[in-house]
Every structure is written in structure tokens, then in C-alpha cells.
């Protein structure tokens, strides 16, 4: 597609659920990027593909985070055993080289 | 570790005034980028100006520029002839070298615009 896409756009659930957010690059960009943005906050880093590379997990706050990307392209973060801290918007971008990231539009996740 | 700071919480201007918006950031980097994204309302995140380091002459983008500095490690974003659809949280972010595409970002300021 033209754009990155993230899904779902907003998603509620119950603290102790997982949950799985996904994230469609554009084509052809080699890197992908998850940030995490919490309410009137800066952009925290999580995790970064970089081609067929190993993943930099660095910024992932716990174990219950973590994240996939398949075939080089689309990628899933997934929360287990949500709590009410990790209720925040979810960013993912893609670039190609260092021109600057692209973003979608987020997925804010509210724990309840 | 790399670090971003934006000193102004939130900023406001009047429409058709010009406003400049401050970052600072320390890298142990030679070679590295600079951005400036803003994000309205809606949240999507849009790459406004783009420096890379090495270049000693400043970015522009339409009524978009930059000051930067490297040796104060001050990196500024100036909107000229502020528009209502500037108003929004601009964020300045960091990155390339031995950290290549992960991007490090200060907090953001809100930038009003009046009418």
C-alpha cells in the first residue's frame, strides 16, 4: 500500500488479556519500528527490525512484550497478560535507509 | 546514549507570525541525522525537515527551516507565516551512526496557532 497500516485503530480489552497489534509497512522499506506514546508523552522506543538482521529489543519494557515480523513485512507486537501501565498508543513506522520514517496512524490500547 | 531535548513544553504564535522552536541533543555519534515530525490531532506522525549531520548548510522545506548548530548540538525548526494547520505536537528525533534507523525523539511541543 501507499502508507504503513496499523491495526486495529483502537482496542479495549481487560487487564490480564493479550493482545496482538499489527503493522503493514510499505513495500520495499527494510527497517520497521515499534514506538510506544503514552498520554501527552514523547515516543519511547521498543523494538526494531532491520532486514533479515536480529531484531534490537532493547527498548521492550518486560517479558511480556514481544514481536514478530514475517517475511520481511508485516510484523505483530503482542502484549500478554495486559496491565493497566501499558495502556498507551502503539506507533509502528518503516523506512528505507535513513530518509526518515514513515508512520501509520497508531493503535491506542486502553486496559480496563 | 543518545538524548533529546526539547525545552518548551508548548509554544504559541500568531497566524502568519513566525515561531521557532528549540532542541538540543548529545550524541558521541560523528555521523548522524536530525528530523522534526509533527503530529496533529489525528496522531499520524509526518516528517517535517530532514538534516544530516555532515552538512554544514541548513535544511528548508517551503516555510519550514532549521538552524543547526553542531558544535552547540542545537538543532531549531523556524515556521514562517504560521498557518491554522500548523497548530500541533512537534516532536525533534535523532538517529543514524551505530544506532543507524532507530530514532531517538524529546518529548514535543505543542505549538498553538491564533488566529
Known amino acids: 500500500g501507499a502508507g504503513v497500516s496499523q491495526s486495529p485503530s483502537n482496542k479495549v480489552t481487560e487487564k490480564g488479556k493479550d493482545v496482538e497489534l499489527r503493522c503493514d509497512p510499505i513495500?520495499?522499506?527494510?527497517?520497521l519500528y515499534w514506538y510506544r506514546q503514552s498520554l501527552g508523552q514523547g515516543l519511547e522506543f521498543l523494538i526494531y527490525?532491520?532486514?533479515?538482521?536480529?531484531?534490537?529489543k532493547s527498548g521492550l519494557p518486560s517479558d511480556r512484550f514481544s514481536a514478530e515480523r514475517t517475511g520481511g513485512s508485516v510484523s505483530t507486537l503482542t502484549i500478554q497478560r495486559t496491565q493497566q501501565e501499558d495502556s498507551a498508543v502503539y506507533l509502528c513506522?518503516?523506512?528505507?535507509?535513513?530518509?526518515?520514517?514513515?508512520f501509520g496512524s497508531g493503535t491506542r490500547l486502553t486496559v480496563v | 546514549a543518545q538524548t533529546v531535548t526539547q525545552s518548551q513544553p508548548e509554544m504559541s504564535v500568531q497566524e502568519a507570525e513566525t515561531v521557532t522552536l528549540s532542541c538540543t541533543y548529545d550524541?558521541?555519534?560523528?555521523?548522524?541525522?536530525l528530523f522534526w515530525y509533527k503530529q496533529p490531532p489525528s496522531r499520524q506522525m509526518i516528517l517535517v525537515i530532514r538534516?544530516?549531520?555532515?552538512?554544514?548548510q541548513n535544511a528548508t522545506e517551503n516555510r519550514f527551516s532549521v538552524n543547526f548548530q553542531k558544535a552547540a548540538k542545537s538543532f531549531s525548526l523556524k515556521i514562517s507565516d504560521s498557518q491554522l494547520g500548523d497548530a500541533a505536537m512537534y516532536f525533534c528525533?535523532?538517529?543514524?551512526?551505530?544506532?543507524?534507523?532507530?530514532?531517538?525523539f524529546g518529548q514535543g511541543t505543542i505549538l498553538t496557532v491564533h488566529p
Open positions: 513506522a518503516s523506512s528505507f535507509g535513513m530518509n526518515g520514517y514513515t
Open positions: 513495500s520495499g522499506h527494510t527497517a
Open positions: 527490525f532491520q532486514g533479515n538482521s536480529a531484531p534490537d
Open positions: 550524541t558521541s555519534e560523528s555521523d548522524y541525522y
Open positions: 538534516q544530516e549531520a555532515y552538512k554544514q
Open positions: 528525533a535523532q538517529g543514524g551512526g551505530t544506532s543507524y534507523g532507530k530514532l531517538t
